[in-house]
T-cell receptor, first 111, second 114 residues
Framework: TQLLEQSPQFLSIQEGENLTVYCNSSSVFSSLQWYRQEPGEGPVLLVT?????EVKKLKRLTFQFGDARKDSSLHITAAQPGDTGLYLC???????????FGTGTRLKVLA | SAVISQKPSRDICQRGTSLTIQCQVD?????MFWYRQQPGQSLTLIATANQGSEATYESGFVIDKFPISRPNLTFSTLTVSNMSPEDSSIYLC???????????FGAGSRLTVL
């Protein structure tokens, strides 16, 4: 079973602080997705990264795919309470379209 | 992307009973999947729901415990059979292949087994 390890597991920060979440695997990804899940909802796709070294920005969120395509990071600048949620990385299989999810990072941003 | 509706949204069940969760997508989709999310945990894939044939189960999940149906391209059910407190989880339906080719989720069904 291919594991996607995320760190940290939990993060509680004050509004306005910056943070970085990491997703690591022992194997190479063809692509990687980041999702956010809020309480009572299903995960929602934030971004897909495909190319090694790729950087994508979504407002205050910056996503980076490692050069070797075995790791990724999510950086949030000036976190807001609305950023609170469970952040999940995921790897999809291009043949079966099954998605395997990382261990998750639970973020709480305090006002 | 597609809109996925699940019901029930939550239920409290007695040990030994079975519960069927329904998943309805507002458009035809290529793939449908069922995930389990145990309290405070990430998502674990239970199975791929195959239209018109038996579901494909992941390691650790079996058809007798989690029978799945998918009679058409927009609907699927997951039954949790002979429930025990360890089955208390959120069960999530997801779909892929809705034009934008992204994985979309329902809001989940929160099951508590007493």
């Amino acid at each position: 079973t291919q594991l996607l390890e995320q760190s940290p597991q939990f993060l509680s920060i004050q509004e306005g602080e910056n943070l970085t979440v990491y997703c690591n695997s022992s194997s190479v990804f063809s692509s990687l997705q980041w999702y956010r899940q809020e309480p009572g909802e299903g995960p929602v796709l934030l971004v897909t990264v495909v190319t090694g070294g790729e950087v994508k920005k979504l407002k205050r969120l910056t996503f980076q795919f490692g050069d070797a395509r075995k790791d990724s990071s999510l950086h949030i600048t000036a976190a807001q309470p609305g950023d609170t949620g469970l952040y999940l990385c995921a790897k999809g299989d291009s043949g079966t379209y099954k998605y395997i999810f990382g261990t998750g990072t639970r973020l709480k941003v305090l006002a | 992307s597609a809109v996925i509706s699940q019901k029930p949204s939550r239920d409290i069940c007695q040990r030994g009973t079975s519960l069927t969760i329904q998943c309805q997508v507002d458009s035809q989709v290529t793939m449908m999947f069922w995930y389990r999310q145990q309290p405070g945990q990430s998502l674990t894939l239970i199975a791929t729901a195959n239209q018109g044939s038996e579901a494909t189960y992941e390691s650790g999940f079996v058809i007798d415990k989690f029978p799945i149906s998918r009679p058409n391209l927009t609907f699927s059910t997951l039954t949790v059979s002979n429930m025990s407190p360890e089955d208390s989880s959120i069960y999530l339906c997801s779909a892929w292949g809705t034009g934008a080719n992204v994985l979309t989720f329902g809001a989940g069904s929160r099951l508590t087994v007493l």
